[in-house]
Nanobody, 118 residues
């Protein structure tokens, strides 16, 4: 199994920045993809940014040029750097990881709230 713990959410004004962290533990060697999703009130959960392989990433069109993924292997941690935040970025942000061993599964963190005020 894999455990994911997010941190770094909060309240920020429009135009500001935040960095979210996702610390993975457990069978991290089995992780295939890892990244971030978000869910705003009344909306479906959507992909924000994901590592689809060790170095390849995919981003939602709405965050391209503003959000950036990075990872620190020694800490089993993935970061989401969010710049030029907009009120429409307000959501609960979830870290998620897909594993390919033992059997394949998707794991989710508990989520962290990001609120962007106008």
């Amino acid at each position: 199994q894999v455990q994911l713990v997010e941190s770094g959410g909060g309240l920020v004004q429009a135009g500001g920045s935040l960095r979210l962290s996702c610390a993975a533990s457990g069978n991290t060697f089995s992780i295939n993809t890892i990244g971030w999703y978000r869910q705003a009130p009344g909306k479906q959960r959507e992909l924000v940014a994901v590592y689809i392989s060790e170095d390849a990433t995919t981003y939602a069109d709405s965050v391209k040029g503003r959000f950036t993924l990075s990872r620190e292997y020694t800490k089993n941690t993935v970061y989401l750097h969010m710049n030029t935040l907009k009120p429409e970025d307000t959501a609960v942000y979830y870290c998620a990881a897909d594993t390919i061993y033992g059997p394949p599964a998707t794991y989710w963190g508990q989520g962290t709230q990001v609120t962007v005020s106008s």
